[in-house]
């Protein structure tokens, strides 16, 4: 009779184990329902999507027109060839980048090498 006793014993702790088990499983899943977030899926309209689009384009071409604008201005902007070619030569950068530095400071030579220098 003990070997009978002993044969319920050993099922009893394999079901009370795979309780725990779907417990500890189930208890995890409602702990990860909590830390993840839910969002509804919204369809969204195709005005919507215009609109943004349109919103979009609106500022790149605002951005277009003031880089434009801001171009124009420096080009009007009169340096010298000496204080390009000394930019050059202290800072040793390209011709381009000396002329766009020197029309941004107004042609002054010593606000262009502080700006480059910082």
Request: no cysteine; glycine share 4%; hydrophobic share 30%.
């Amino acid at each position: 009779m003990s070997a009978e006793d002993e044969t319920p014993t050993v099922n009893d702790d394999d079901s009370s184990n795979k309780g725990k088990k779907s417990a500890k499983y189930d208890s995890g899943a409602a702990d990860l329902e909590k830390v993840t977030d839910y969002v509804e899926e919204a369809e969204i309209s195709h005005q919507d999507i215009g609109e943004a689009i349109r919103v979009a384009n609106d500022e790149n071409n605002a951005k277009s027109v003031a880089k434009k604008e801001k171009e124009k201005e420096l080009s009007k902007v009169k340096i010298s060839k000496e204080d390009v070619d000394l930019i050059i030569h202290e800072m040793e950068i390209p011709r381009n980048l000396a002329e766009r530095k020197l029309q941004e400071h107004k042609g002054n030579v010593v606000e262009a090498l502080i700006a480059l220098t910082n």
